[in-house]
C-alpha cells in the first residue's frame, strides 16, 4: 500500500517553495547574507539565465566568508562568487523535476539531504526527505479518512 500511495504522490506535493536564490556571479558576502535570513541552511544557485546551477549549503558558505575575512588584504578575495563557492565544495547536486513520483526517489538524496525541484529549467522549490515523509502521512490520512466516509455514508443508506 505504502508503495502505492508514493506511486500517487509528485514531488510538487512534498517541495517547499520558500527558498531564498543567488545568482553565480553574487559574492560571498551577498551568499552569506542572504542565508542568514533564509528558512533553510540551502541556496539555490542560478545562472544568468535563471537555471539551476547548484545548491550551497551554509557551511560551505561560511567557510567561503571566512577564507574571504582571513584574506582581505589580497585584493582576489573580494572577487570570490556563488560558482566558486560550488566548486569548491565539488558536491553535484541533481535537480528533479516537480512531476517526478515520489516513488521514484530511491537513491536520489544519498549524500545529500535537500534536492532543486524544477519545471522546465526553472527552479520552483527544494525537497527534503522529511517532507516527503510528511507529504506521504497527509496522504494516508486523507485515504483514510475517505474511507471511513464511504463506509459511513453506506451505512447510513441502509
Do not use: W
Not at 496522504?139 to 475517505?146: C, N, T
Amino acid at each position: 500500500r505504502s508503495v502505492a500511495v508514493l506511486k500517487s504522490l509528485r514531488v510538487k506535493d512534498a517541495m517547499v517553495t520558500n527558498f531564498e536564490t543567488v545568482h553565480e556571479h553574487d559574492s560571498v558576502k551577498t551568499c552569506h547574507e542572504k542565508i542568514r535570513t533564509c528558512h533553510y541552511p540551502f541556496l539555490v544557485v542560478l545562472d544568468a539565465q535563471e537555471r539551476f546551477k547548484g545548491l550551497l549549503t551554509v557551511d560551505v558558505i561560511e567557510k567561503g566568508l571566512l577564507s574571504h575575512l582571513q584574506s582581505q588584504s589580497d585584493k582576489l578575495s573580494g572577487l570570490l562568487e556563488a560558482k566558486d563557492l560550488l566548486y569548491r565544495a565539488g558536491v553535484t547536486s541533481r535537480p528533479v523535476s516537480e512531476d517526478l513520483p515520489l516513488a521514484e526517489l530511491k537513491g536520489l538524496f544519498s549524500g545529500q539531504s535537500c534536492l532543486a525541484v524544477i519545471r522546465g529549467d526553472k527552479v520552483v522549490g527544494l525537497l527534503f526527505a522529511h517532507d516527503i515523509r510528511q507529504c506521504y502521512d497527509r496522504e494516508v490520512a486523507r485515504l483514510s479518512f475517505v474511507i471511513q466516509a464511504n463506509q459511513n455514508s453506506r451505512l447510513g443508506t441502509r
